[in-house]
């Protein structure tokens, strides 16, 4: 059997090289970051806050991390191989990796994270695994993951936020949400956990004995919590903060702070996240049920304002259902530019007969709530009757979820492939009242479900590119939600930190590589 | 007319009088003379005040047009006083009335009951209510107006309570006089300085319960309003005061012409402060 080596080929390549391009790293240091919110728990596996990944994540590790095009590279896995069919991935661990206690890490705890533990906790995790046919280990370095048919998305499942390895000594046998490490986090990271001062600060240490030889470069890592955003700021200008990851402070305190002498910024580090911000619009019901109806809402919004005015330019007009930096984005998708004749005329085609239309704010603060304002106005304009519905962010969930809206905001994550964060807003499988995060605007189209499901098990990659062509054509052409942008949350921070981002999930997984110039 | 030609030679109130005057012309008639939505999106965003001739006094986070905007503010803060301060007093006048006039087991019910939203914070209260009913100028009014009618019953209570033995009251008993008759005809007529005077101060009060709801977001999402617009501005307060400067000067003139107004009106209607003044 012929096998594709992809691991090995590029673990040639030190995936820090961009550091030794720059200057010669320094040891030593201690590093403040903002915390926010205050995660329940590190324990990544168990939690999918945001913020637990962003501590845990450096404190856990995957098999590999992803770089900015989200290609993988070598981490806890030092290479991989997939059979010519497609069903078959073999995995060659790092040997003499230590977890946090001294026990070494072998094949036996990835089997039992992945296959035991991860399949319980991680629902998302779980979905994926409903691939997979068995998880074997025929030696202490080496795990075989046994498919039952072609996943394209498997290789980008291994990061450590969706799966983390644990320590199978620690774990196995007890109730895993009661364990008493939850608390005292036992990882493979290049940090590990000191204190957790609940409401102030968790303090992580060096890994003195970290299997990635000189790293990490840091002494001391501090996460401090700060509830109130304007605080956060003034901690960063005083320097008492040295990192303020994306989304820790207001879009209008980003262009103040990163003015400031000595502050740098990237918006970097959100690759395989990729925010999508989209308008749910109940495809159900309404005028929103006219697709007319739905593309006049396209060519009415002022897009570019928005962008420019609520998120100081950063982020990305989104063209259509993928996002522009995720795999099987399709360059060629047509453009909804903002057009308000256009919209008139679709909406005069219809004779759209002025029935009011609920647009309900999200409760994520400031700039969504001035959102709502802009496309309100954006849609009067051309024509459409629109009231303001607010509440609060309980409500907006139930609100969603009963599919009792007219046109309402979010955004969701895309998590690398379209299989894994796209589909389950457009397959009518995943029409399911009590959720706001699946296909909520109730759209249907069988031809696009069929290419959905083709696609998510299709072989090699470019049969999956064409499928996710066409179903993009598809979508964008039928408007089941109005896309508005992908997001974009800048990561504000001294410009001591070196090499801060450098992975697909940014301050995530950040800090084993970062040091301080001097 | 005494109290009129007091109350005009009080030149203190007729400032207030004056330039709540303005507000009411600015109110009724401003949104007809100034087209426009105060939600279009103008100009720039953050056009500072006194630099473009159009819009005179700049444009907001959003490029929304600030002179526009305090027009129309005007419009909903005076409506939510008057109409919220109107129904206060059609719960609180008859509450007081009858508990003053009867007395005896009618006051302890009707007292106990007053006590209810007056241990209660009016602020918290009226936050709670229009949280419940969803924010709009309905139950924005009506949240107001049950947060700041006790007050009115109290008072008109105390006033039937000291007039109800007077003679021309027990005149009117024996007379055969209903007790309807009494209330409405004898006593209340009597007892109505003070309650006007606390009116003007309710008005007051009420525009500024309704900016600091909508300065918490409780606002009527549909309606622009002062209290909205320093909200709306509080986060950019570094970048541009004028933002909440402006509109919280609108506020600030608007409840001070009240105060004084209302001040004025107590002079004039209390004969031993009238007096007082002439000596």
């Known amino acids: 059997m012929k096998k594709i080596i992809l691991g090995a080929v590029i673990a040639c390549l030190p995936f820090t090289s961009s550091i030794y391009a720059q200057s010669q790293p320094q040891d030593g240091g201690t590093i403040n970051v903002v915390v926010q919110p205050e995660p329940p ?4 596996g168990m939690y999918s806050n945001a913020t637990t990944q962003q501590v845990g994540g450096n404190i856990f590790e995957g098999l590999m991390r992803y770089d900015k095009d989200l290609n993988p590279h070598p981490l806890l896995a030092t290479a991989w191989e997939n059979s010519e069919d497609g069903k078959t991935w073999t995995f060659h661990l790092k040997e003499g990796v230590l977890w946090h206690d001294g026990q070494p890490f072998t094949s036996a705890d990835v089997v039992f994270s992945i296959d035991k533990l991860l399949r319980e906790t991680n629902a998302r995790l779980r979905g994926s695994l409903a691939f997979v046919d068995s998880i074997t280990a025929p030696d202490d370095y080496t795990v075989v993951f046994q498919l039952k048919q072609p996943f394209g998305p498997f290789i980008r499942l291994f990061e450590v936020g969706t799966t983390p390895m644990l320590p199978k000594h620690i774990y196995e046998g007890t109730d895993y949400k009661l364990n008493p490490a939850n608390h005292h986090p036992i990882g493979t990271g290049p940090f590990v956990f000191k204190e957790w001062k609940k409401g102030s600060f968790i303090h992580l240490a060096k890994n003195e004995n970290y299997h990635v030889k000189g790293l990490p470069h840091i002494d001391e890592l501090y996460w401090h919590v700060i509830p109130d955003a304007a605080s956060r700021s003034v901690a960063f200008e005083t320097g008492k903060i040295d990192v303020l990851p994306g989304g820790s402070v207001e879009n209008f305190d980003v262009p103040r702070l990163t003015e400031l002498d000595n502050t740098c910024v990237t918006t970097d580090g959100w690759e395989f996240f990729s925010p999508h911000a989209w308008l749910w619009l109940n495809n159900r019901q309404g005028p929103t049920a006219d697709k007319r109806f739905r593309q006049a809402v396209m060519y009415a919004m002022d897009r570019e304002f928005a962008k420019s005015v609520l998120w100081n330019d950063y982020g990305k007009i989104a063209k259509g259902p993928i996002g522009s930096k995720t795999t099987f984005f399709d360059k060629a998708l047509p453009d909804y530019e903002y057009n308000p004749e ?3 005329a679709l909406l005069k085609e219809m004779s759209y007969d002025g029935t009011p239309v609920r647009l309900m704010a999200m409760p994520y603060g400031e ?6 304002e802009v496309i309100k106005q954006n849609l009067e304009e051309v024509g459409i009757k629109t009231q303001i519905v607010s509440t609060d962010v309980a409500g907006w969930n139930q609100k969603i979820a009963d599919w009792d809206y007219d046109i309402s905001f979010t955004y969701l994550y895309q998590y690398g492939d379209p299989a894994l964060g796209v589909s389950r807003t457009y397959l009518s499988s995943n029409i399911a009242k009590g959720s706001p995060w699946n296909n909520a605007e109730g759209y249907v189209n069988k031809q696009v479900d069929e290419w959905f499901n083709e696609a998510a098990v299709a072989f090699p990659d470019s049969k999956r590119a064409d499928l996710y062509s066409k179903i993009q054509h598809q979508i964008v052409e039928d408007v089941p939600v109005a896309w508005l942008m992908e997001l974009e949350f800048p990561t504000i921070y ?6 801060l981002v450098d992975s697909a999930i940014g301050v995530n997984d950040a800090f084993g590589t970062a040091w301080i110039k001097q | 007319m005494n109290v009129i030609k007091s109350l005009t030679q009080n030149k203190v109130a007729m400032v207030g009088f004056g330039i709540l005057f303005m507000f009411v012309v600015i109110a009724l008639f401003g949104p007809y003379l100034y087209d426009g939505s105060p939600w279009r999106m103008v100009q720039r965003p953050f ?11 700049g444009t907001d986070t959003l490029g929304r047009d600030v002179l526009a905007g305090l027009i129309y503010g005007a419009r909903i803060s005076l409506l939510v006083g008057l109409v919220s301060t109107t129904i206060a007093l059609l719960i609180g006048i008859p509450l007081g009335a009858y ?17 209810i939203f007056q241990t209660v914070p009016s602020f918290a209260l009226a936050v709670v209510l229009v949280a419940i009913f969803e924010p709009s100028v309905y139950s924005i009014t009506g949240a107001i107006a049950i947060v700041s009618w006790p007050p009115v019953a109290r008072l008109v209570r105390g006033e039937f309570l000291s007039l109800r033995g007077q003679e021309y009251v027990l005149a009117a008993k024996l007379n055969g006089q209903s007790n309807r008759n009494i209330i409405m005809r004898e006593i209340l007529p009597n007892s109505l300085s003070p309650i006007i005077v606390l009116a003007s101060l309710m008005v007051a009060s009420a525009i500024l319960l309704e900016s600091s709801l909508s300065f918490l977001g409780l606002g009527d999402p549909e309606i622009m309003s002062w209290g909205y617009m320093i909200g709306a501005a509080k986060t950019v307060i570094r970048q541009a005061w004028w933002l909440s400067f402006i509109p919280g ?22 004969p031993k402060l009238s007096g007082n003044r002439e000596s």
């Open chain 1, 494 to 499: 001294n410009c001591k930190v070196q090499n």
């Open chain 2, 99 to 115: 508990a003053g006039y009867y007395g005896g087991w009618v006051d302890e019910l009707l007292m106990r009951f007053t006590e």
């Open chain 2, 47 to 57: 056009l500072p005040p006194f630099q473009n001739s159009n819009y005179i006094l």
């Open chain 1, 41 to 44: 728990s590190l324990m990544i």
């Open chain 1, 342 to 344: 256009k919209a008139k």
């Open chain 2, 249 to 270: 000067v609108a506020i600030a003139i608007t409840v001070l012409s009240l105060n004084l107004l209302g001040e004025g009106l107590n002079e004039a209607l209390n």
């Open chain 1, 367 to 372: 700039t969504w709530q001035r959102w709502t």
